[in-house]
């Protein structure tokens, strides 16, 4: 800040409210690289990191400018992001989450299993899965994924897998997870 350095590096914390007077060019590299994760708030999270980093550029008399790096420039969240066009991001992203019966209109619940024996872990798991089964058979419109590893399946030494619940949204519901944990903690 006091050297007024027109240039700035940095990881994802460079989008959390930095403001530096100067610093009127920013670039996002592989800024398509979050959106391949399993996780269903993928496209928001690109989203808000893009346009985060966007903002971080021409905050004060001078315009700003950002350079998106991609690989799939015709990615439509993509675009969005760069235009910072919110309300087109957003009745998207609500209408796949409707058509996936992904949250806020279904209930995801994600049980994750770690230890240092793969072999434990993933029996750990598949108790989960059946201890769901028996617990859900009766609730409608459920869905039982996994065992699966995470999408960094090791670390430190431990495996880690989950099984994820997707249902709609009911008391049963959460009841029938908390049982399930309980029970699988007790075995």
Same mark, same amino acid.
């Given at each position: 800040?006091?050297q007024?350095i027109?240039?700035l590096v %940095? $990881?994802?914390?460079?989008t959390? %409210? ?6 009127t060019l920013v670039?996002v590299v *592989?800024?398509?690289q979050s =959106?391949?994760?399993?996780? @269903?708030r ?5 989203? *808000? ?7 971080r550029s %021409?905050r &004060?008399?001078?315009p700003g400018?950002?350079v998106?790096?991609?690989f +799939?420039?015709?990615t439509?969240i ?5 235009a910072?066009? @919110?309300?087109? &991001? @957003? ?8 058509? +996936?019966?992904? /949250?806020p209109f279904?209930?995801m619940y ?5 230890g240092?024996?793969?072999t434990?872990v =993933?029996r750990?798991?598949m108790d ?5 089964l028996? =617990? +859900?058979?009766?609730?409608?419109g459920?869905?039982?994924? %996994?065992?699966? /590893?995470l999408?960094v399946?090791r ?5 880690? @897998?989950r099984?994820t619940l997707?249902?709609?949204?009911s008391?049963?519901?959460?009841? $029938?997870?908390?049982? $399930?944990l =309980?029970?699988c903690?007790?075995?």
């Open positions: 800040r006091s007024r027109p240039i %940095g $990881t994802q914390m460079v959390k %409210g930095l403001n530096f007077e100067y610093v670039g *592989s800024a398509d =959106l391949y994760s399993s996780d @269903y993928a496209g928001e999270r690109t989203f *808000s990191l893009i346009t985060q980093v966007i903002g %021409g &004060f008399q001078k400018r950002a998106i790096q991609t +799939t420039p015709e439509q993509i675009r969005q992001a760069a910072q066009d @919110y309300d087109s &991001f @957003y009745r998207a992203e609500i209408e796949l989450r409707r058509v +996936t019966g992904a /949250p279904s209930d994600v049980l994750t299993a770690t240092t024996d793969e434990a =993933l750990c798991c989960v899965r059946n201890e769901l028996r =617990l +859900t058979r009766e609730i409608p459920v869905q039982i994924l %996994g065992p699966a /590893p999408p399946a670390v430190n030494r431990s495996w880690r @897998y099984v997707c249902c709609p949204e008391r049963t519901a959460r009841e $029938t997870v908390s049982r $399930t =309980l029970a903690n007790n075995s």
